[in-house]
Nanobody
Framework: QVQLVESGGGLVQAGGSLRLSCAAS????????MGWFRQAPGKEREFVAA???????YYTASEKGRFSISRDNARNTVYLQMNSLKPEDTAVYYC???????????????WGQGTQVTVSS
């Protein structure tokens, strides 16, 4: 079973950037699709981006062009570079390991503990 630890969250002004990291334990990292989800207060957790085991990347329409997901299988780490941040991006961001179905992560094998991202206006 893979274990995930996120880092890199914080407070940033609108228009700024943050890079989130998710470090995974275990020897099966490269076989998983890795993704990022977020949950704002009072809202359901939603898919943000994913990187398949073969390197393909997927985004929701609202994040495409602003966010970039990448993975380093040698370091067992997945990243989420977030640019042009908006107040509505404020949420707890969660890393996930699982499988892709139809361009989103629908099978989740492990979640990280989450990291808070706050974007001030």
């Amino acid at each position: 079973q893979v274990q995930l630890v996120e880092s890199g969250g914080g407070l940033v002004q609108a228009g700024g950037s943050l890079r989130l990291s998710c470090a995974a334990s275990g020897r099966t990292f490269s076989s998983y699709a890795m993704g990022w989800f977020r949950q704002a207060p009072g809202k359901e957790r939603e898919f943000v981006a994913a990187a398949g085991s073969g390197g393909m990347t997927y985004y929701t329409a609202s994040e495409k062009g602003r966010f970039s997901i990448s993975r380093d299988n040698a370091r067992n780490t997945v990243y989420l570079q977030m640019n042009s941040l908006k107040p509505e991006d404020t949420a707890v961001y969660y890393c996930a390991a699982g499988s892709l179905v139809g361009g989103t992560m629908r099978i989740i094998n492990a979640w990280g503990q989450g990291t808070q991202v706050t974007v001030s206006s």
